[in-house]
């Protein structure tokens, strides 16, 4: 398919996790692929790798873990489950708009608070009482900004009472919360867990699993086959409603299970370490910068910069050194460039990538100055 | 994980198809895990996967192909998109009564027809005329029930207005359809095409796209962010809503290859055949029998047979031999067993299952009649 061999730096899907081919091997091997979503087999495989996610993230133990198709179907779950009506979304690019549009879609009185590249303060944002969800977007892909965590503790001191749900598609592992103050959380497999595309997980508190039984036992009727009560129901078996991706299931488990064997703290400091390393190199060149100002509200994971020219010559060069990185997003396609930085990138890929960032950045800079 | 390695005669997961281990490594070799779903190599594995597809199955050049999380999303999908209130559904078991529950969670007047183990007769079917779509399972995986092709071909004859859905879940590629009388198909591809789980394929014709517009257009609100007509945008692009199974559509693209090289009359052939000779061996043991009375509606991929005795001696026997069985669904549990046979189910291997089932069944006989 390819001819040159590639390092994915792309914002997900991504780089597979390192020995990913030897688990699916060993996977196959073992009949993971065959076994039945009914089975004891299976059973044993969604309590490991649930039990590995409540240690890997610090998960109060009685958390509810779901396995789900995509992260916009776990948005649809959350809204239409667990909101009758009103639900608040702090928005700041594609996806926290993606989040506020599924709970328009699904039928309510959703309110949006859209916010800049300086952030926001927590004090300074005032909610309805009738707010029965808050919905922040930890991560935002789209435009490479973060919440810092220490935000998030701040909004929900001072709104104790709706549901806290935090996407966290392609910060987690990375972000440290205190899981006692959220509700619902979220992410895909195939970026900071380095897994193929294909499925999703949804972290659920037990107040969000009785704001969902007490709306459907007075009647709320939730559109579709599955709810977080289903699908609560379900996982005390330890089962899902529908045939799940078991091969993904078990591949998380495998992967989680690495990453403790390594230490998340240690995994953390690496990917600090590789922040530093790519903002120092595009702070270093004259015809781009980092997309967001401010340092606290810049991602870690998914580093956007802003270009002085068309992105295409800098993916470009970069693809011929067998490096991909992502173009901009909406808007900012063409005009940007998206690093992933996950947990599967080594340092010594990182420095390479950065390496390679200085010259072409230099090389585009020298070529311009001539025309 | 497991110590007895086992061949996989269960109606799915299932036995991976021959050389799922090399096509996976191969797929990994060539980054397919990480390429982006927005890119020109993810376009040209959409677009060989639904190529080959057309001409594996026989499908009209025009029809539509999308690639969902599972079954029961699209039993919901194609409810929500195409039908305004009136479906009408044919149910033998289990997954057609899903089918039929989807309409009805999802707030539609469906009416149900249930019909027995003697079949019905398309002549004798009477819909309302308000009736907007007829949903089928064409095969019952709960229950081991076929509708014959010239059965779905007469109602379509006698139906010509409403929109015609097929579950072919656990039937697809063996059931032979004429595509043209058919609007609405979908499949999982852990049955007949030996992947891993965790996804299906749904596939539409342009009448059913044109439905989903119409309503759409008229002011119908679709529940959810994606229905047929977003799914339809995308694909024209070659491109899926959200980020899908990469892997999943690749590996379904090259298992299908190897089916069209294969020859698909000689894989049904083979399916034939091998059905004879389950149902044979059924025939001729005196504590079990083929659990549909009649030939014809008699289910050739997912084969149950009634027991005299628990089904778990049974199951525990061919376990321990290495040969892996369904059980019996729902209140056939423990009374039936269920074997699948699949284009991944060589003719040798159902010979070994033929011969085991036949000692195994010999043996409970026999210790039955001395106790």
Known sequence: MQTVKKTYFTVGPSQLYPGMETMIEEALKNKVASISHRSD????????????LINLLNLPADYHLFFLGS?????EKIITSCVKQNSVHLVNGAFGEKFYETAIV????????????DGFKAEKL??????????????????GMVIPVTTINKLRQLNPRPLLAVDIVS?????????????LGFFSVQKGFGLPAGMAVLIASQKAIRRAEKLIKTGYSVPG?????????????YQTPETPNILAIYLLGQVVKKMIEKDIRKIRQEI???????????????NCRPAIRINRWRSKTTMAADLDFPSKKLLDKLNRAGLAVSDGYGENKGKQIRIANFPAHSV????KLCKYLKIKLLEIDRHSNLV
Chains 1, 2 share one sequence.
Not at 41 to 52: E, G, H, L, M, W
Not at 71 to 75: G, P, Q, R, T
Not at 128 to 134: G, N, V
Request: include cysteine; hydrophobic fraction near 35%.
């Open 171 to 183: 910060s987690a592992p990375d972000v440290n919360l205190n899981w006692n103050l959220i509700d």
């Open 348 to 351: 010594q890929k990182i420095r």
């Open 225 to 237: 086959f599955h709810n977080l009560l289903t699908l609560a129901e379900k996982e005390a078996d």
């Open 71 to 75: 992260s916009i179907e776990i948005m």
């Open 41 to 52: 087999d299976f059973r044993k495989i969604y309590q490991q790798t649930k039990q590995a």
């Open 126 to 143: 005032l909610f309805p009482k009738e707010t029965e969800m808050i919905c922040l977007t930890q991560n935002e892909t789209s435009s």
């Open 272 to 286: 600090k370490i590789k922040a530093n390393l790519v903002y120092k190199t595009l702070r270093k060149c004259h």
């Open 106 to 117: 699904n039928g309510k009185k959703a309110r949006k608070v859209n916010y800049g590249s």
